[in-house]
């Protein structure tokens, strides 16, 4: 514990940072990247075809992308800052020390994002033809490129937590950047925002677009990207699972929470559903069911959020894989705190040494320190609440299980901390537990 602890008891700390990090996520992949690159191309199918009443529908396809990359896309990537700064602050400061100037990068080019695309909005009536339409076109091309830039930076960050490969030996930031996982990450992510654009765009499509004549063109777009996109995602997926560490792969489906089956019953129908709904646009576009439109939008928003939980939860017991825990322990310190105790290396907590008077307390700060990034006393999510994972547990039955936790369960991190300090952590949660019970 090097920063102040900053506590949600009943939605749980790591709940907070996914639940704002799936909304980036949908809006990010499914809004600025994939449908930016959808809209230049239906841009570029309408000045082939001449057809002004289909350019027309891309232009108010970019005034819903920038109202909600603006407003919605910006604040929840300003919450992933905020919130993981005050959850997982060891995370956060580690991970800026190695990408720093990646992230300086990425946020100029986010700005240029922004520029291109206000102007790629408001001089669509300025630029309509001839060579100055052809600009326009430019502009728009420029926009997807930038975004998809901002991926490319993000995508190297986020996949060096689970992979960082040769950055453990040589501490060197392009080790760290194009880690193991990174380009299979980088492609496999570049096609599923395109697929969930789709997914998420034509059931607003189907409902608000009337005219029969443009609709069914701007569906074949669709079916165009799906065709390419559908495929590579899931080849790029399988590259994905095969780069990841072993030990991660075997959590995916524990990470959700579905029983084996279950989860391979879901994932199957929901391959079929979107084959269904790519083929049905490319027969029938006149003719799409509101009903699969959908389903398809409900299922693309289940399925980033699975994606999402898996992604983070794959990694435990770490935080940045054999680097540091989830805990914000790193493995390089946790033997020094077991020997000379936890709280003594811990640089806000309220009691340094136990006794019997602060016994309590000194548990509730080891509690905060070591197990708050995962658990709460009681909450929503019944597996994680400690007040239904321990009920019926003595104090010693407690204390027993702390130190060997890691080998039952391997997504867990060790406890690190002296025999004290154990004692003090099992006293607490024993009578937390059975204030609750």
């Given amino acids: 514990m090097n920063f102040p602890i900053v506590e949600f008891p009943w939605f749980?700390?790591?709940?907070?940072?996914?639940?704002?990090?799936?909304?980036?996520?949908?809006?990010?992949?499914?809004?600025?990247?994939?449908a930016t690159a959808i809209v230049v191309s239906t841009e570029y199918y309408a000045m082939q075809t001449k057809n002004a009443k289909l350019d027309q529908l891309a232009k108010q396809m970019t005034k819903w992308i920038v109202i909600i990359t603006t407003t919605i896309g910006a604040m929840t990537g300003v919450g992933i800052w905020?919130?993981?700064?005050?959850?997982?602050?060891?995370?956060?400061?580690?991970?800026?020390?190695?990408f720093f100037w990646a992230w300086v990068t990425e946020w100029v080019i986010f700005i240029g994002e922004?520029?291109?695309?206000?102007?790629?909005?408001?001089?669509?009536?300025?630029?309509?033809e001839g060579r100055k339409k052809q600009k326009h076109l430019n502009i728009g091309i420029t926009l997807s490129i930038f975004s998809w830039l901002t991926m490319a930076i993000i995508t190297g960050i986020l996949a060096a937590k689970l992979t960082p490969g040769r950055w453990m030996e040589t501490l060197s930031f392009w080790n760290a950047f194009f880690n193991p996982t990174y380009l299979?990450?980088?492609?496999?992510?570049?096609?599923?925002?395109?697929?969930?654009?789709?997914?998420?765009?034509t059931i607003f499509v189907?409902?608000?677009?009337?005219?029969e004549d443009?609709?069914?063109?701007?569906?074949?777009?669709?079916?165009?990207?799906?065709?390419i996109s559908l495929p590579a995602t899931f080849v790029f997926g399988l590259w994905y699972l095969k780069s990841i560490p072993e030990q991660a792969a075997k959590l995916i489906v524990w990470s959700t929470g579905l029983p084996e089956q279950t989860f391979n019953v879901l994932n199957i129908f929901a391959f079929v559903l979107i084959v269904v709904f790519l083929a049905w646009l490319v027969i029938r576009p006149k003719k799409l069911p509101i009903v699969l439109a959908l389903a398809m939008f409900v299922s693309a928003i289940g399925f980033i959020g699975e994606f999402e939980v898996v992604r983070e939860s794959v990694r435990k017991p770490y935080i940045i894989y054999n680097y540091m825990y989830v805990n914000g322990i790193t493995k390089a310190k946790a033997e020094a705190m077991n020997r000379e105790g936890y709280l003594a290396h811990s640089t806000i907590a309220k009691v340094k040494e136990i006794t019997d008077e602060n016994k309590l307390e000194a548990g509730r700060e080891i509690y905060l320190g070591q197990c708050l990034a995962c658990h709460t006393?009681?909450?929503?999510?019944?597996?994680?609440?400690?007040?239904?994972?321990?009920?019926?547990?003595?104090?010693?039955?407690?204390?027993?299980?702390?130190?060997n936790m890691?080998?039952?369960?391997?997504?867990?991190?060790?406890?690190?901390?002296?025999?004290?300090?154990?004692?003090?952590?099992?006293?607490?949660?024993?009578?937390?537990?059975?204030?609750?019970?």
């Fill in 114 to 128: 922004v520029v291109l695309l206000l102007i790629y909005y408001y001089t669509w009536e300025k630029w309509k």
């Fill in 184 to 201: 299979p990450s980088l492609a496999f992510r570049t096609f599923l925002a395109v697929t969930l654009t789709i997914s998420l765009f």
């Fill in 82 to 98: 905020l919130s993981t700064m005050v959850i997982q602050p060891d995370s956060i400061g580690s991970l800026l020390r190695i």
């Fill in 406 to 437: 890691h080998n039952v369960r391997p997504m867990m991190p060790p406890f690190v901390g002296t025999e004290e300090e154990l004692e003090a952590l099992a006293a607490y949660l024993y009578k937390v537990v059975n204030e609750q019970n």
């Fill in 206 to 211: 189907r409902l608000f677009v009337k005219d």
């Fill in 12 to 34: 749980g700390n790591g709940n907070i940072v996914a639940l704002i990090a799936i909304i980036h996520v949908l809006i990010s992949h499914g809004v600025a990247i994939g």
């Fill in 214 to 227: 443009v609709r069914p063109q701007l569906f074949r777009i669709f079916s165009i990207w799906g065709a």
């Fill in 377 to 403: 006393i009681d909450g929503w999510r019944s597996k994680r609440a400690l007040a239904n994972r321990l009920d019926g547990w003595s104090q010693e039955t407690i204390k027993s299980f702390i130190p």
